[in-house]
């Protein structure tokens, strides 16, 4: 299953997207976040359905210096290119 995360708060210049890569690896996801030009992250992960909500309900908490407000989920086609690992871009 794919789904794209969209991140919203003070959520840039906090260690979001290293948060969020490590995060991925301890639970096996494959994927990438970056930086978007109206100040959110957008996150697209790949995996197990169960892992993917557990992704989730963490970028919802973010790292400790973020202050996540919002955060939009839905899933995306299986012909969206996602890398085998985790990326920062």
């Known amino acids: 299953m794919r789904r794209r995360f ?3 708060g003070v959520v840039q ?3 979001f997207r290293h948060f969020t ?5 301890r639970l096996g996801l494959s994927g990438w976040a ?3 030009p109206d100040g959110s992250v957008e996150v697209v992960a ?3 359905p169960e892992l993917l909500g557990r992704l989730e309900q ?13 955060v939009r989920s839905s899933e995306i086609s ?3 290119a996602v890398p085998r690992s985790f990326e920062i871009r």
């Open 21 to 25: 890569w490590r995060l991925a690896g």
């Open 6 to 8: 969209l991140v919203e």
């Open 13 to 15: 210049g906090v260690g």
């Open 58 to 70: 963490e970028l919802k908490k973010g790292p400790s210096f973020a202050a996540v407000t919002n």
């Open 34 to 36: 970056r930086n978007l």
């Open 78 to 80: 299986d012909e969206a």
């Open 46 to 48: 790949e995996g197990d």
